[in-house]
């Protein structure tokens, strides 16, 4: 039987006896039994969208009351999941920043069981691991500093990553006549935080700013 409300009537099939012309009528209720629901855990990169989730029950029970069954079939509905960081509630996207987050069932449902949606799992988002191009300027002197092209390969979408440059001659930038390296490394500010360099060194180049010709 199924969970819910029954009727059960006692009769008299024998010749030989008879109820006296009353029905015994006894009702009674099946309730539904607890089905503890489980999100188990994840690890995904930072920009990855939400990973699709497995749920562990506990507390199937099999039809002919024998062992437990795993028996997902009798659930109907999609799952949907509420998240927390640090203790407070949030929405996650591909985007949002690295760290742990707590995850939360909700939804399911099924004619047999209610769900207690007690165990969370958790969702680790790590940083995304990208690869820098360094392009110094070539020039002659002009009393400007020298330009650095930077671009990261495996950004996501437009995050703003903040550099910093370190110059070989213990300069802030590049302006007086000289060979130069740069070496460019994650700063902070922005969305760079969610970023990791590839080569833990940063990444360099070289170039040179080349003397002036004074016609006298």
């Known amino acids: 039987l199924h969970a819910g409300n029954y009727t059960v009537t006692a009769t008299i099939t024998n010749a030989n006896y008879t109820l006296g012309g009353e029905t015994f009528t006894v009702p009674f209720v099946i309730e539904k039994a607890k089905l503890t629901v489980t999100v188990n855990s994840e690890k995904i990169t930072y920009g990855s969208d939400a990973p699709v989730y497995d749920l562990s029950f506990d507390g199937f029970v099999s039809a002919d009351g024998g062992s437990e069954t795993d028996d997902e079939s009798v659930i109907r509905g999609a799952a949907t999941y509420s998240y927390t960081f640090g203790g407070l509630p949030v929405s996650y996207a591909a985007g949002s ?19 207690v949606y007690s165990s969370e799992g958790t969702l680790t988002v790590s940083p995304r691991t990208i690869v820098l191009t360094v392009t110094g300027e070539d020039k002659t002197y002009d009393g400007e500093a020298a330009s650095v092209i930077v671009s990261a390969d495996n950004r996501f979408g437009d995050d703003e990553i903040v550099y910093v440059y370190s110059y070989s001659h213990r300069e802030s930038s590049a302006v007086n006549a000289g060979e130069y390296t740069v070496t460019v490394t994650l ?21 040179e700013i080349a003397k002036r010709t004074l016609t006298v």
Do not use: C, E, P, R
């Not at 920043?97 to 769900?115: H, R, S």
């Not at 902070?188 to 070289?206: I, W």
């Open 187 to 207: 700063g902070t500010g922005g969305k760079t935080g969610n970023y990791v360099l590839g080569s833990a060194a940063g990444y360099s180049d070289g170039f």
């Open 97 to 115: 920043d690295v760290g742990t987050y707590n995850v939360k069932a909700a939804g399911l449902q099924a004619d047999d069981y209610y769900f």
